[in-house]
């Protein structure tokens, strides 16, 4: 087997473990992704299969674009809604015409430093392997870019917001950031990859579904 699966992540479970059950289902051991999705997060996640792993620094360079739910007023050690609360600051005077202009300062190239939360390494470690012991170690800021970015929905303490970014960019950590230039605590509550390079939600499988037949030749 060669080829990509374009498959539709579900909560609840890690980029490794959708690996791990295309491995099992295929019996073929040559499997990989193209860009790792948090366990709460859904949506596309590129699985490489035979020789098109391969490719994977390809597939990894493209843009990604995301749905984006940001909880205001509340931060949270993982940047997101499944860690402890640092700080919660009551809501005053916040209007969808104050998101949308903080969102639009967001856009293009902006620096970014990865949470401890994530696959980077720090000598040969995976981050979130030592964020999981309490340990946190300094982080160089990495240049992302922020291409488009719109408020879709807002319903305070929450708004959702649909960005489409360069690689490399962590959503819980933009979440962050946005809550700060509006001057509050905030955190990620929702995510949802609707884009991986060309490949689209709509395009995606379901994981217990996908056969054979969705292997798309590359």
């Known amino acids: 087997m060669d080829g990509i699966f374009v498959i539709n992540k579900p909560a609840g479970i890690t980029s490794h473990d959708v ?79 104050l998101v949308r202009k903080t969102l639009n300062s967001f856009l293009g190239e902006i620096e970014q430093i990865p949470p401890m939360v994530s696959a980077k390494k720090y000598k040969g470690k995976k981050l979130y392997e030592l964020a999981r012991k309490g340990k946190s170690v300094p982080r160089k800021p990495c240049m992302i870019k922020i291409h488009e970015i719109e408020l879709l929905s807002f319903n305070l303490p929450e708004f959702v917001f649909r960005v489409k970014c360069s690689k490399g960019t962590y959503v819980r950590t933009l979440c962050e950031s946005i809550g700060k230039a509006m001057g509050y605590p905030a955190h990620m509550s929702g995510l949802v990859r609707t884009m991986s390079g060309e490949f689209g939600l709509k395009e995606a499988k379901e994981l217990d579904a996908a056969s054979e037949k969705d292997l798309r030749a590359v």
Do not use: C, W
């Not at 493209?62 to 993982?78: I, N, P, Q, W």
């Open 19 to 97: 690996v791990d059950a295309i491995r099992r289902r295929f019996n073929t051991k040559r499997v990989g992704h193209a860009g790792t999705l948090d366990p709460m997060a859904t949506g596309v996640l590129v699985i490489l299969v035979g020789k098109a792993t391969k490719l994977s620094d390809s597939f990894m360079q493209r843009d990604k674009e995301y749905v984006a739910t940001l909880f205001l007023g509340k931060s949270t050690d993982t940047q997101d809604s499944t860690g402890k609360t640092l700080e919660t600051r009551p809501l005053n005077g916040i209007e969808a015409g």
